[in-house]
């Protein structure tokens, strides 16, 4: 992709954003790589349709074949007694160079910029938003332009294509099917959240003869993983405790339990992690901390390897 029409396209972009919201926004910077471009814009707030209204407005100035028009100006001030509404990086122009360039998209856009253009819209020929993402008041828009831009939206109509026919939905209607799916898996989420403490809060724990260890030992089936990394956080808090709890993992293709082993710190002489490898053996994945590990292993040897586990720490000696 050349970076000449992708920044174009760029400032006409940002100069329909401007229209749209009424203010002259800080770009702090753009970013041009092979595949795709970024811009990243400085405000409070920017909303979705915006955005791609302003999307649809670059398009058809790109139909159009909009001119871009090069100034030359000895000063940043000469240029604004010109353009009153020029958009600028100052601090950069100031220090950087000693000349201005400004680019001008014919009755659109007016920017302070150093790198080449292209000598009218048409030339990006398409231009498309890829991803819109946020931080703290910092807006990063993904683009591409030209093929990319075109294959890139093939793209998409595909995976949307394929999501209504997940959903059972069409074009039409898909949004309001995914939102009505959502809702839908935060009351079931929250019903197995609650499963999920009432299950753990139900196990009786028990004190090893030997190393009088308490030990909160589980095997469980399609639980929630989060609150059971959660519950033994909390379990291990309480002095010479250690926490064992396995999670079969209940999709049908996924031949995984989950193990969390964790222990309180005043336990210095049990190494949750290295305890967990010689217990699981080629079947664990995972580890962790001396104190904290979270581990997968083949189902089918989860009982042994709890067992494994528990009798290791019932038979420690402290």
Avoid at 44 to 64: F, G, K
Avoid at 84 to 99: D, G, H, M, Q, V
Avoid at 299 to 313: E, G, S, Y
């Amino acid at each position: 992709m050349h970076n000449k029409i992708a920044h174009t396209a760029e400032h006409a972009f940002i100069g329909s954003l401007q229209k749209l919201i009424g203010k002259t926004l800080h770009v702090r910077k753009v970013e041009h790589r092979q595949a795709d471009n970024s811009v990243y814009i400085t405000t409070p707030h920017l909303d979705l349709e915006l955005i791609i209204r302003a999307q649809s407005e670059v398009n058809s100035l790109i139909s159009t074949g909009r001119k871009v028009i090069t100034h030359s100006f000895v000063s940043l001030g000469e240029a604004k007694k010109r353009f009153p509404n020029l958009r600028a990086n100052e601090e950069r122009i100031e220090k950087e160079f000693t000349s201005i360039r400004v680019i001008e998209i014919e009755g659109h856009d007016v920017a302070a910029c150093a790198m080449d253009h292209a000598n009218d819209l048409s030339e990006c020929i398409f231009f498309l938003v890829k991803k819109v993402s946020k931080s703290g008041n910092e807006h990063e828009i993904n683009f591409v332009v030209e093929k990319q831009a075109k294959e890139t939206a093939i793209s998409l109509s595909l995976k949307l294509l394929n999501i209504c026919s997940d959903v059972g939905a069409n074009f039409n209607t898909v949004e309001n099917t995914i939102r009505k799916l959502k809702v839908e898996n935060e009351i079931y989420l929250s019903k197995l959240k609650n499963l999920t403490k009432e299950k753990l809060d139900n196990i009786v724990s028990y004190t090893a003869d030997r190393s009088k260890i308490t030990i909160i030992r589980g095997i469980f089936s399609g639980l929630l993983e989060s609150e059971i990394r959660s519950y033994a956080g909390r379990r291990i808090t309480e002095y010479n405790t250690v926490v064992v709890i396995a999670n079969i993992i209940q999709e049908f293709d996924d031949p995984s339990a989950s193990i969390v082993l964790a222990r309180n710190e005043s336990l210095v002489g049990i190494d949750c992690d290295r305890l967990f490898r010689e217990s699981s053996g080629n079947d664990g994945r995972g580890g962790g901390k001396p104190h904290f590990v979270i581990g997968t292993v083949n189902k089918q040897r989860v009982v042994d390897i709890v067992n494994n586990i528990v009798n290791a720490i019932s038979n420690q000696k402290l």
